[in-house]
């Protein structure tokens, strides 16, 4: 009786990490397990396994009973759970691929960053990354470099560099945090990241809602994007070649900075799981819905779309959709219930109606914020292609 009371505790715990591989977070302090469980998923694998292993021994050997029939029925659906992401994954790869041949061409995967030394990954997903984490080479970083001071807020920006002096292409790179947290600090190991490949990374700090609502985010990234150009020499960078980088809502500062009809020529925009349409997301809202989606945008905005529908318009990267917009990366996930896929969808169709160059990617088992695990499996993924559409793009 002792033996299978004991024996009953590793099968709740396993199935109590591993349910959130699927079920998406009700309420915002759960977020870190829906985010996060998929991530880890081929270690839930294992250590389900190993545990399945030792019921079905102890089970053969000793005899456990009621309880012990109930830990091996709840370990072993912990394991089905857990082995949902790596059953989608070769599929999921394998759309990526297409879409990205079907609007980039062959010639994409033929492409390498800027760097003689190639840092490129070399395969979508790594179980020495998975383990040892993702490791880039030595770069140049500069902190907390004052760029603007609107309304007496002081506004900085952190560079990250190749270590080797040269000119290289920009990222800009923008954080997200609902319009109000962040700072540039918030993506420093991407920025790190991509600096060893050749970019000259610009991480950018904006003003934060409520206290300033929309547009002084907008305004923030494009005069963050003049001091680039002021400045481009003296930090290695090429002003002819950027790409903007954004995330959640850094990713829809991002897209509704270079698509404005008086934007800088940007060469590329990449976007992860960022709003696209701000007054259909106040209609049409997730369920779950764990951070109050109506009002954060209210925050963000000053007021309801009933008040104010002309600055959800304003404020919406879909309404400013026409020919020859730079081309765009978009990477969602299909368990996100914050920044729901099938608007990343919807606005990556309406690009490419317009005759843009706009991939679309969905994650089936990834949740919002899922490259917070850095070397986790979506991440790996998205990184894999993010890297070849920058060396198209800014090549």
Known sequence: MIYNLIALLPGLIALGLSVWVVLPAPIAPLLPLSVGAPE??????????????????????LGAGKLGAIALGLVTLALILSLVPPSQ??????????????????EYATLSTPLIANQQRTAPFSLGALVGGIQPAPIRHHREIPFATPNGVLLSLDIYQPAA????????????????RGSPEDNAQLGRYLAAQGYVV????????????FPAQLKDVQTALAFLVQHAVEYDTDPTRIALFGKSAGAHLAMLAAYQPDALPIRAVVNYYGPVDLLAGYY??????????????????????DQISDRYRAASPANFITADLPPTLLIYGGKDHIVMSRFGQVLAERLQAEGNAAVYIRLP?????????????????????TERFLAWALR
């Open 284 to 305: 049409d809202l997730p369920k779950p819905d764990p951070l109050d989606t109506r009002s954060l945008l209210v925050d963000f905005l000053g007021g309801t779309p």
């Open 89 to 106: 994954w070769q599929r999921t790869n394998r759309s990526a691929q297409q879409a990205m041949v079907a609007t980039l061409g062959t």
């Open 365 to 385: 088992w990834a949740d919002h914020a899922f490259d917070a695990i850095f070397n986790g499996l979506s991440n790996q993924l998205a990184l894999y292609y």
């Open 202 to 213: 610009w991480a950018i700090d904006y003003r934060h809602a409520p206290q300033h609502p």
């Open 165 to 180: 002096v040269g000119t290289y292409p920009a990222v800009v790179m923008v954080y997200g945090g609902a319009w109000q």
């Open 40 to 61: 880890i998923s081929p270690w839930l694998v294992g250590v389900n396994g190993i545990l399945l292993g030792g019921y079905l021994y102890g089970w053969r050997q």
